[in-house]
Nanobody, 123 residues
Framework: VQLQASGGGLVQAGGSLRLSCATSGRTFSNYAMTWFRRAPGKAREFVAAINWSGSSTYYASSMKGRLTISRDNAKNTLYLQMNSLKPEDTARYYC?????????????????WGQGTQVTVSS
């Protein structure tokens, strides 16, 4: 599976962004999908996950309530709507895929990574 993330940018605190992850190469609906992020000087961390059908989602507690992860299996695309952004949300955001049952929450279980898209939130 090839993953291409987009939609990042520079936004002021309190603003919103919608990230997209376009996929190709394999049957998208076979994969659980996840967004991770890596802030400067920090390890990559889990942000949000969605199961293969889109019927279930799971969020990191630090960002819960400000995020909506979704997928369109007909368009082979994953999304992340981020609202009320904070400067501490500044990071490179990566989409990831795994043919796993349930949620993909661990980097160790990732089978495919996208290249990431930079999100910068100014104060």
């Amino acid at each position: 599976v090839q993953l291409q993330a987009s939609g990042g940018g520079l936004v002021q605190a309190g603003g919103s962004l919608r990230l997209s992850c376009a996929t190709s190469g394999r049957t998208f609906s076979n994969y659980a999908m996840t967004w991770f992020r890596r802030a400067p000087g920090k390890a990559r961390e889990f942000v949000a996950a969605i199961n293969w059908s889109g019927s279930s989602t799971y969020y990191a507690s630090s960002m819960k309530g400000r995020l909506t992860i979704s997928r369109d299996n007909a368009k082979n695309t994953l999304y992340l709507q981020m609202n009320s952004l904070k400067p501490e949300d500044t990071a490179r955001y990566y989409c990831a895929a795994s043919a796993t049952v349930g949620f993909l929450t661990s980097t160790q279980r990732v089978e495919y990574w996208g290249q990431g898209t930079q999100v910068t939130v100014s104060s």
